[in-house]
C-alpha cells in the first residue's frame, strides 16, 4: 500500500480545531465569564475532540482505515501544531486589542500574592519583583508561551489519543 501525506488534512482539521477555540474562547468573553472558571476546561475537551475527529477521519478518508500507531501520533503532532499557531496568533490579539486587561488583572494577582505570602516585603523589592513579572507579561511573550503551552499538552494528547485511532490492516492475504 502506497503511503499518502496526512500533512494538508492534518492542516485543515488543525485550523478548524483553533477555530473552534478561538471562537468558544470569544463566546466566553462576551458572555463575561471569567478566566479561572470551570468552563474553560471545555476548551480542552473541543482540543481532544478535534484531535481525535481529526486523527479517525484521516485514517477513514485519506488511509483507507489504516494507520498505525507512529502516523496516528504525527497526525495528531501536525494537528496540534497548525492549532497551536492559530491559537498563538489569536492570544496575541486577544491579548493585545480584544481584552488587555487580562495582563494588568494577572499583575494585581501576583501583587497580592506577594503581599499574602510575604507582607512585610520592602516596596524596592516589590517593585523589583513586578518589574520581573511585567517583563514577562505582554502579550508576544504571553503568545509565545501559550502557543509552546499548546504545543506540550496537544503532543501529550496525541500520544494518547493515537492509542484509540491506530488501526491495523484487517484484510485477508
Do not use: C
Request: proline residues 2%; hydrophobic residues 50%.
Amino acid at each position: 500500500m502506497e503511503q499518502k501525506s496526512t500533512f494538508s488534512p492534518a492542516m485543515q482539521f488543525g485550523l478548524l480545531t483553533g477555530l473552534a477555540m478561538v471562537v468558544f474562547t470569544l463566546i466566553l468573553f462576551l458572555a463575561g465569564v471569567d478566566m479561572h472558571s470551570y468552563w474553560n476546561l471545555f476548551g480542552y475537551i473541543l482540543y481532544v475532540g478535534g484531535l481525535y475527529w481529526g486523527m479517525t477521519s484521516i485514517r477513514e478518508k485519506q488511509l483507507e482505515g489504516v494507520m498505525s500507531y507512529g502516523k496516528a501520533f504525527g497526525t495528531g503532532f501536525l494537528i496540534t501544531l497548525f492549532a497551536s499557531v492559530l491559537l498563538g496568533i489569536f492570544a496575541f490579539f486577544y491579548l493585545k486589542y480584544i481584552n488587555p486587561s487580562v495582563l494588568a488583572n494577572k499583575l494585581t494577582e501576583v501583587q497580592n500574592k506577594i503581599l499574602t505570602a510575604n507582607p512585610d516585603i520592602s516596596d524596592a523589592d516589590l517593585q523589583k519583583a513586578l518589574d520581573m513579572v511585567k517583563m514577562f507579561s505582554t502579550p508576544i511573550v504571553s503568545s509565545i508561551s501559550g502557543f509552546i503551552g499548546y504545543v506540550i499538552s496537544g503532543t501529550i494528547f496525541s500520544l494518547i489519543i493515537a492509542i484509540f485511532a491506530k488501526r491495523g490492516d484487517r484484510t485477508l492475504a
